[in-house]
């Protein structure tokens, strides 16, 4: 791997986690409420997106981008509520296992035949989240699992739908963040109307930072490695991802990394590894 590849793929990997580490140390510190944080999150991402995607182009399919906004809308929210309940690990964990099910489940649904592989690696990275869900010391909040679960699930479909798309991504991706923000605005509204929404100031400036530097600026890194990375390498680089958050978590905020988030989670990335390297010598 090129110098310049491995150093954007590095940073990229940073923002990922830090999406997980910054909403949880918002949430978890009371700073900001979850639809508020969303709200801003998908508001400042926008506009930073927006500004990097300048010059680029347009959209090229203005049209069927609204399923592709709602994915991504119905990715965030969940993801940011997911985070009052869940440690940073577990949620990224979760997340990223529920995302790598569903677009291989996907394929598979559509007459894909894989390999006996592909079938090990998706049975182990399902059983160990399922695992992880069991009741029992350590276990986590299950309705945190079920929200982080589905933004993993839209996360996928917002994946899936990309694949599709032709023209230079990371102006898709501006024009998907800014069809977002009236679904955004609605949730703002049921917010205040329930007299649930506050922030201070460092509250808006994490939702900022998530927005704005860990997805904007995030995406249109990881854009740019992707010049460098096969298929396969930009699949498996994204095991780290999980890691980092957990590593982030436990160093900000004294998050307990136990034994049961160690042997799932491996059981997870192992799982994943496996599917990911199969598929690619199909």
Same mark, same amino acid.
């Given at each position: 791997?090129?110098?310049?590849?491995?150093?954007?793929?590095?940073?990229?990997?940073?923002?990922?986690?830090?999406? %997980?580490?910054?909403?949880?140390?918002?949430?978890?510190?009371?700073?900001?409420?979850? *639809?508020?944080?969303?709200?801003?999150?998908?508001?400042?991402?926008?506009?930073?997106?927006?500004?990097?995607? &300048?010059?680029? =182009?347009?959209?090229?399919? #203005?049209?069927?981008?609204?399923?592709?906004?709602?994915?991504?809308?119905?990715? !965030?929210?969940?993801? %940011?509520?997911?985070?009052?309940?869940?440690?940073?690990?577990?949620?990224?964990?979760?997340?990223? *296992?529920?995302?790598?099910?569903? &677009?291989?489940?996907?394929?598979?649904?559509? =007459?894909?035949?894989?390999?006996?592989?592909?079938? $090990?690696?998706?049975?182990?990275?399902?059983?160990?989240?399922?695992? /992880?869900?069991?009741?029992?010391?350590?276990?986590?909040?299950? $309705? *945190? +699992?079920?929200? &982080?679960? @589905?933004?993993?699930?839209?996360?996928?479909?917002?994946?899936?739908?990309?694949?599709?798309?032709?023209?230079? #991504? /990371?102006?898709?991706?501006?024009?998907?963040? +800014?069809? %977002?923000?009236?679904?955004?605005?609605?949730?703002?509204?049921?917010?205040? *109307?329930?007299?649930?929404?506050?922030?201070?100031?460092?509250?808006?400036?994490?939702?900022?930072?998530?927005?704005?530097? !860990?997805?904007?600026?995030?995406?249109?890194?990881?854009?740019?490695?992707?010049?460098?990375?096969?298929?396969?390498?930009?699949?498996?680089?994204?095991?780290?991802? #999980?890691?980092?958050?957990?590593?982030? =978590?436990?160093?900000?905020?004294?998050?307990?990394?136990?034994?049961?988030?160690?042997?799932?989670?491996? $059981?997870?990335? @192992?799982?994943?590894?496996?599917?990911?390297?199969?598929?690619?010598?199909?």
């Amino acid at each position: 791997m090129a110098p310049r590849t491995l150093l954007l793929t590095a940073a990229a990997l940073v923002a990922f986690a830090g999406n %997980s580490l910054l909403c949880r140390i918002a949430l978890a510190q009371e700073r900001i409420d979850a *639809g508020s944080f969303t709200a801003v999150r998908l508001a400042s991402g926008a506009l930073v997106l927006a500004l990097l995607a &300048m010059g680029r =182009g347009r959209d090229d399919a #203005p049209v069927n981008r609204w399923p592709s906004a709602v994915a991504l809308f119905l990715y !965030a929210a969940p993801f %940011s509520y997911a985070y009052l309940r869940l440690p940073t690990g577990v949620g990224a964990l979760v997340l990223f *296992g529920a995302v790598q099910a569903t &677009m291989i489940a996907w394929g598979i649904a559509r =007459g894909e035949r894989p390999r006996p592989m592909v079938w $090990i690696g998706l049975v182990l990275a399902l059983g160990g989240l399922g695992a /992880l869900a069991l009741p029992g010391a350590g276990a986590p909040d299950p $309705i *945190g +699992l079920v929200a &982080m679960a @589905i933004a993993g699930v839209s996360w996928g479909a917002y994946s899936l739908r990309g694949r599709t798309s032709v023209g230079d #991504p /990371l102006v898709a991706t501006a024009a998907n963040f +800014l069809r %977002s923000l009236p679904f955004a605005a609605v949730l703002v509204v049921v917010v205040l *109307g329930r007299g649930a929404a506050w922030a201070d100031a460092q509250g808006l400036a994490l939702a900022v930072a998530s927005g704005a530097l !860990a997805s904007g600026v995030g995406y249109s890194v990881w854009y740019a490695a992707l010049r460098g990375l096969s298929a396969t390498r930009a699949a498996i680089v994204q095991l780290l991802v #999980p890691v980092l958050a957990a590593a982030g =978590g436990a160093w900000w905020l004294d998050e307990r990394v136990d034994r049961r988030l160690v042997l799932t989670g491996a $059981i997870v990335l @192992i799982g994943v590894a496996l599917a990911i390297r199969a598929r690619s010598r199909e």
